[in-house]
């Protein structure tokens, strides 16, 4: 059976209130992102020092919640044309890896999201379209930039996750499927958002979800939007209000049948009006997203 979270911060970077909140609502799993530090500083995860990383894991262990994993947004918008593997960027962001790596076995946590570079849009193509449109090489390129991080993660024993995020150059379970498979390791799985993969024109279920359920799956992350792709433009929804609606029953039941026994974390990310607080519009949607996925 699912395991069901949340993103903690789209409850509140404050890490004891949002604590709260999940026990309040039988929540176990509370995925990291950004975090108020006691101080009042705002991080985000990896930048912690030892200090509050001890911190974090005193708060979990009180009110009973596991760390499902670590999101940080390492990869997120490098031009994956320009970057090469002595790029100081590309080693930056390597040095992030490694300090979510050492946060995640810190606080017993066995995941750790990594980000695919920024998108080119078309990436194959035939019949001319090479030619005019395709970004020749930029998969390739992908490959070889993913490499080292996958091998690190396999030194390490750690599993990491793959967004299909907007904006990525993975943007669908079938490039996430794709990705997988060609770098043939077992310490990269997908964190699919399936609302996000909306936005490149696959629905989430069974075109989706077929991609994966095969042992590629290694998170979820779920919520809800309406989408016109041809205005560029997303608004965040209620759970089960918006596109996402006509796919969700039959992606439970999916789920329930084969097993998944990974986490499902609510990115609450909905907020119901200018005035209104993320809050807010996490207790508007954990209501429906608990009855689907519980």
Known sequence: MAKLGVIIDGISRNLEHALTVMNEFQLTYAELQYLTMPDGTD??????????????????????????????HVFSGLPVGKITTDHPVYLQQIEDLKKCIHMAKALDCSLVRIMSFRKEMILFGSQGAEEWIVANDAWDQLLFLMDQPVRIAEDEGITLVVETGNGSMITSAYLAR????????????????????????????PDGYRHLQDGHLGHIHLKDARIDIAKATVQF???????????LPDLAHALKDDDYAGIISLESVYRPSTTSSFEDGFRASIGAFQQLFG
């Open 43 to 72: 991080k985000e995860v990896g930048e912690m020092t030892t200090a509050e990383i001890d911190w974090i894991q005193r708060l979990v262990k009180s009110y009973q919640v596991k760390v499902s994993c670590l999101s940080r």
């Open 237 to 247: 929804a209620p759970f089960n209000t918006g596109d996402m609606a006509q796919y």
């Open 178 to 205: 794709q990705l997988i498979d060609q770098l043939d390791t077992n310490r990269l799985k997908v964190l699919w958002d399936p609302c996000n993969s909306l936005y490149c024109n696959e629905k989430a279920y």
